[in-house]
C-alpha cells in the first residue's frame, strides 16, 4: 500500500512543483508586460547615460541589474526596454548587448511597434531566489535632436518600465565644449530614478548650447527674447528722436 501511494503521488507532487516554476517563469518571461499578474523580478539597479553629439544622434548606456525576489528558481527569458523618441526618422541601433557576469554577448534586437522603438533583449539563464544578474545594452540613437541657431535640444522617454527600480539614476552628457542651459524636470543633468514602480517612465528634455549658464525657461525664449527688446528699444529711441 505505501509503495502504491509513492507511486502515485510522488510523481503528481513533482508535476505540480515544475508546473509551478513553469509558471513563473513564464510570467518572467514576458516582464516587457507591465500587466503581468505576477513578476517576481525587480531593477536592484539601473543606470543609464545619454551621451549626445553635434552630429544630432544619441548613444545610451543602460546597466541593469536584476533579482529574483520570488521563492522559486525563474528565467527572466525576454526584458523590453520602449523608446519614445523625437522625430518621425529616429533610428536606434544596436551597439552593444553583454551578461556582465559572464561577459558573453546576449540576444537583443530593435522592434518598431506602432512607432514605438522598442530594445528587446533576452536572459535565459535561470535566477535563484535572491540571486542578481547583470547586463549592459548600449544603443545609438539617430534623429533625436531639435537643431536651433544657437541652442539645441534633445527629449526621449523610457518606459514604461516592466520591474520596480530599487536605485538608479539617468546622466545627460552633452556634445563637448557645450553646456545643459534648460531641462525637464529641473535638474543638473541627472536624475534619481530610484523607487519607480512597474509601468514608469523616465522622460527627459533638455536645452544645450555653447554658453555656461542655467536658465528657468529655455535658452532660446531668452535669446529670441532679448532680440526684440533689443529692437524695440531702438524703434523707441529713433521716435523719440523725431
Known amino acids: 500500500m505505501r509503495t502504491l501511494l509513492m507511486r502515485v503521488l510522488l510523481p503528481t507532487i513533482l508535476s505540480l ?5 513553469y509558471s513563473v517563469g513564464t510570467a518572467a518571461q514576458t516582464q516587457g508586460t507591465v500587466e503581468s499578474a505576477y513578476n517576481p523580478l525587480v531593477y536592484s539597479r539601473l543606470d543609464v547615460t545619454v551621451r549626445l553629439t553635434r552630429d544630432g544622434r544619441a548613444t545610451v548606456d543602460m ?22 523618441l523625437r522625430g518621425e526618422n529616429s533610428t536606434v541601433e544596436i551597439l552593444r548587448s553583454v551578461d556582465l557576469n559572464t561577459g ?45 541657431l544657437l541652442f539645441d535640444e534633445f527629449g526621449m522617454t523610457i518606459g ?4 520596480r ?21 529641473p535638474r543638473d543633468g ?8 512597474p509601468g514608469g517612465v523616465m522622460r527627459v528634455s533638455v536645452e544645450f548650447g555653447p554658453l555656461p549658464f542655467r536658465s528657468p ?6 535669446f529670441w527674447g532679448g532680440i526684440a527688446a533689443v529692437a524695440l528699444v531702438l524703434i523707441l529711441v529713433r521716435i523719440r528722436r523725431r
Open 160 to 163: 514604461p518600465l516592466s520591474n
Open 104 to 148: 558573453r554577448k546576449i540576444e537583443a534586437v530593435v522592434l518598431d511597434v506602432n512607432g514605438t522603438k522598442i530594445v528587446r533583449y533576452a536572459m535565459w539563464q535561470p535566477l535563484k531566489p535572491g540571486e542578481e544578474r547583470s547586463i549592459e545594452l548600449i544603443f545609438r540613437v539617430g534623429g533625436v535632436l531639435a537643431k536651433g
Open 217 to 222: 525657461i529655455r535658452g532660446y525664449i531668452l
Open 165 to 185: 527600480v530599487e536605485e538608479g539614476r539617468l546622466r545627460i552628457i552633452p556634445p563637448q565644449g557645450e553646456f545643459i542651459t534648460y531641462s525637464e524636470p
Open 63 to 84: 546597466r541593469i541589474t536584476i533579482r529574483n525576489e520570488g521563492k522559486v528558481l525563474v528565467v527572466p527569458g525576454y526584458g523590453r526596454v520602449p523608446l519614445n
Open 190 to 197: 541627472e536624475w534619481d530614478l530610484s523607487g519607480l514602480d
Open 17 to 21: 512543483t515544475l508546473l509551478s516554476t
